[in-house]
């Protein structure tokens, strides 16, 4: 091997690329993919929205209501995430934040079809709070935002 000069370094480049050839070898090694669960392999990755259920009820009396359309929106995509499927599309998100027939039908759905996907997820026991969603949901929006959001914190403990 060739003598590097006195004062010469290593370009960096050698390292990114050596690095990468590395971790591109290590990954595609069907040993270590095997080792995997299989719950992690066939799962889809959950979008990362927690917050404290009283944030939410904070965020959504200093706002007016605007904080809950940006709600909507995250807990749609994270719902969506778990059931593996579309429940809520991102018109019925959107609308929901200003409309109220349609936040009604977001938390119908959300008890209904998204929740018990949750419980499942998490290991507790089935219940149905899409009566209590849907009540809440048309008296005091916030607080059937508060509790959906703390069923879907439980997905990140």
Same mark, same amino acid.
């Given at each position: 091997?060739?003598?590097?000069?006195? &004062?010469?370094?290593?370009?960096?480049?050698?390292?990114?690329?050596?690095?990468?050839?590395?971790?591109?070898?290590?990954?595609?090694?069907?040993? +270590?993919? /095997?080792?995997?669960?299989? #719950?992690? #392999?066939?799962?889809?990755? *959950?979008?990362?929205?927690?917050?404290?259920? *009283?944030?939410?009820?904070?965020? $959504?009396?200093?706002?007016? $209501?605007?904080?809950? +359309?940006?709600? #909507?929106?995250?807990?749609?995509?994270?719902?969506?995430? =778990?059931?593996?499927? /579309?429940?809520?599309?991102?018109?019925?998100?959107?609308? !929901? &934040?200003?409309?109220?027939? =349609?936040?009604?039908?977001?938390?119908?759905?959300? &008890?209904? /079809?998204?929740?018990?996907?949750?419980?499942?997820?998490? $290991? /507790?026991?089935?219940?149905?709070?899409?009566?209590?969603?849907? +009540?809440? &949901?048309?008296?005091?929006? =916030?607080?059937? !935002?508060? +509790?959906?959001? $703390?069923? =879907?914190?439980?997905?990140?403990?």
């Amino acid at each position: 091997m060739k003598e590097m000069p006195k &004062g010469s370094q290593i370009p960096k480049h050698y390292f990114f690329s050596t690095y990468y050839l590395y971790i591109r070898k290590t990954l595609t090694n069907k040993t +270590i993919m /095997e080792q995997l669960p299989d #719950n992690l #392999n066939n799962q889809t990755p *959950i979008p990362l929205f927690k917050v404290d259920p *009283i944030m939410v009820l904070v965020f $959504g009396i200093l706002s007016c $209501g605007l904080y809950l +359309i940006y709600w #909507n929106i995250k807990m749609a995509e994270v719902l969506n995430a =778990v059931a593996e499927k /579309e429940i809520i599309s991102q018109p019925i998100a959107i609308f !929901a &934040g200003c409309c109220m027939p =349609v936040n009604v039908y977001f938390y119908y759905l959300a &008890g209904k /079809e998204a929740l018990p996907k949750v419980y499942a997820r998490t $290991g /507790e026991p089935q219940k149905d709070q899409s009566t209590l969603l849907i +009540i809440l &949901g048309f008296l005091f929006p =916030v607080v059937a !935002a508060m +509790i959906v959001q $703390g069923d =879907v914190n439980k997905l990140y403990d």
